[in-house]
């Protein structure tokens, strides 16, 4: 049974409003997301606008990830990188989950190396109701930033992007990133009302966050559930699920691709599907046919290749894509990716190579 936290109802439909988003009937990514068979499997990558590029390096030099993220013109000319060199079929936002926390005040930052590590964990209902709401115009650069990638990206879609609640608490509670998500299972299971409540104020984070960037234009979303494989799935459908069917219903109205993502969740793929994605991400444990089977046979799926065989020979990665590019032919529509994000250190021309393999598939 779950337990959706009063003071944080589902907010009523809202009216959408006018917004940059352009017309791009013949992007094959955006075909895939609505279950179409484009002339090309779509491909993009998790993690692809940085990381592994010299030209992203050099732009970002000195420059904190944050301040990157705030920056409207470093944002847009990063996330445009990966679309120029590679040729993938879609971009994806250059920003982080916790983006939306720094921008409301909470004293969070990402520490090179480390990741996202807050300054003091929030395991109480007075540290919860201590944390400041987001508005608005307090992510208006990232708005200004989907603006000009909007103006600039041509015929390629742009995929916006939040964490959703159950990660971006997992950071909070623990104060950084954790193996074992202790404090928060504990939290979770011992005080659900302060979990809820928690949850609950990270959903409407997370909403107002992907709606300001639908408003400015983007043309699909991705929901970053990344740790949520750390959960049974009976704890994911009573103390999760909730929370992201509020994030994803509540921009169901712009009608645009939701796609749902974590790691290791196998388990809970359904779940993630019920919680409202058009579109479910898989990793690399399990092949997409079967992710497929477990999702009832009729799905629409995302991935899934093993980030660190980007590393390996070109015979055993060329053998790796075909065999992923056959199996997702079992989905109702297959956009390719990776099973997590790009790894510091892969060759670039490896990506651009992939992306030449799949679109000849």
């Not at 944002?75 to 720094?102: C, M, Y």
Request: net charge negative; hydrophobic share 45%; charged share 25%.
């Amino acid at each position: 049974m779950s337990h959706p936290t009063p003071s944080h109802p589902a907010p009523p439909p809202r009216q959408v409003a006018s917004s940059g988003r352009r017309e791009l009937p013949e992007a094959p990514f955006l075909a895939a997301a609505r279950g179409e068979r484009p002339a090309r499997t779509p491909v993009w990558f998790m993690r692809q606008a940085g990381r592994s590029l010299p030209e992203y390096r050099a732009l970002r030099e000195g420059v904190p990830m944050l301040d990157a993220c705030f920056d409207p013109e470093m944002l847009a000319e990063i996330t445009l990188q990966p679309v120029r060199r590679h040729g993938v079929d879609a971009a994806i936002l250059f920003s982080d989950i916790v983006v939306p926390l720094k921008a409301a005040g909470v004293d969070i930052d990402i520490v090179p190396g480390t990741g996202p590590v807050a300054a003091a964990p929030v395991r109480d209902l007075a540290a919860v109701k201590a944390l400041p709401e987001l508005e608005p115009d307090q992510v208006s650069k990232v708005a200004d930033g989907v603006r000009l990638l909007v103006e600039r990206l041509g015929e390629t879609p742009l995929i916006g992007f939040a964490g959703a609640p159950f990660t971006l608490a997992s950071y909070l509670i623990e104060g950084g990133p954790s193996r074992n998500h202790e404090h928060t299972k504990a939290l979770m299971h011992s005080s659900p009302e302060v979990w809820h409540e928690l949850a609950g104020r990270l959903a409407d984070v997370a909403l107002t966050f992907l709606r300001a960037q639908l408003d400015a234009g983007v043309d699909a979303i991705q929901l970053f559930d990344s740790w949520a494989g750390a959960l049974s799935e009976r704890d994911y459908r009573e103390f999760v699920l909730p929370h992201s069917a509020k994030v994803l219903d509540g921009v169901a109205a712009y009608g645009v691709p939701r796609i749902h993502f974590g790691v290791g969740t196998g388990e809970l793929l359904a779940a993630m599907r019920d919680a409202g994605a058009d579109v479910v991400g898989v990793d690399w444990r399990i092949p997409l046919d079967e992710a497929v089977r477990r999702l009832g046979g009729r799905a629409i799926v995302q991935g899934n290749l093993d980030p660190a065989l980007l590393h390996a020979s070109w015979p055993v990665l060329e053998a790796e894509v075909r065999r992923i590019a056959e199996e997702g032919k079992a989905a109702d529509g297959h956009i390719f990716n990776l099973g997590h994000g790009v790894l510091p250190g892969v060759d670039p021309d490896v990506l651009t190579r992939v992306v030449g393999l799949v679109h000849e598939l």
